[in-house]
């Protein structure tokens, strides 16, 4: 393969630069990274503590930040990637299972002292990422837990309302039975 092909094949958005600069944005991703995934986790934790108190202006609030926030992660996990491939001793070297470079795969390839901090940084990630992970479960299990109890209160009271009496407008008696609809909020 010649260089002009070689050069086609390099991330859109990476400009060429050294091992070192690319090693050193990289490391620069990654705290940005933490960071991000530091105030999702401080997000989904307001979300929560709001849904328990049933703070409706603070749980849209989160809500709508979190967006921000997931969009930024986003975006930093595409330089990620773009950087670790950039940093691959080969091109065709390694990956994850998916087929996405790994973080490990370039810091088997450096030095010990930055191959120790660049898998010190991942590992944090790491940490805060499963922080993530375990706090958005609990939310989405009480959240659930939420829907099944509407739910059920909903038939609930469409049971009891076949049975009772009921008043048409201006005191009369209805003409008609009076039906209560409900939808099934639990996938």
């Not at 530091?38 to 703070?55: K, P, S």
């Not at 790994?102 to 120790?116: E, I, T, W």
């Not at 209160?153 to 609809?181: K, M």
Request: charged fraction near 25%; include cysteine.
């Amino acid at each position: 393969m010649d260089s002009t092909n070689a050069d086609m094949k390099r991330p859109a958005l990476m400009l060429p630069c050294s091992g070192a600069a690319a090693r050193l944005r990289l490391e620069a991703v990654l705290r940005q990274l933490i960071a991000c995934h530091g105030e999702l986790l401080d997000l989904v934790r307001a979300q929560r503590t709001a849904f328990t108190l049933g703070n409706l202006h603070a749980l849209r609030d989160a809500a709508g930040r979190e967006s921000v926030v997931l969009q930024r992660a986003r975006d930093l996990d595409r330089r990620r990637r773009d950087l670790t491939l950039a940093l691959l001793p080969t091109p065709s070297h390694g990956g994850a299972s998916d087929g996405a470079p790994r973080l490990l795969d370039v810091a088997a390839s450096l030095p010990a002292v930055d191959r120790d901090r660049l898998v010190s940084l991942r590992d944090e990630l790491l940490v805060v990422m499963h922080a993530v992970q375990r706090e958005t479960t609990i939310a989405r299990r009480a959240t659930e837990a939420l829907l099944r109890h509407t739910h059920g209160l909903l038939i609930t009271l469409g049971q009891i309302a076949r049975g009772s009496t009921h008043y048409a407008p201006r005191g009369g008696r209805p003409t008609h039975t009076p039906t209560l609809s409900t939808m099934s909020l639990v996938g």
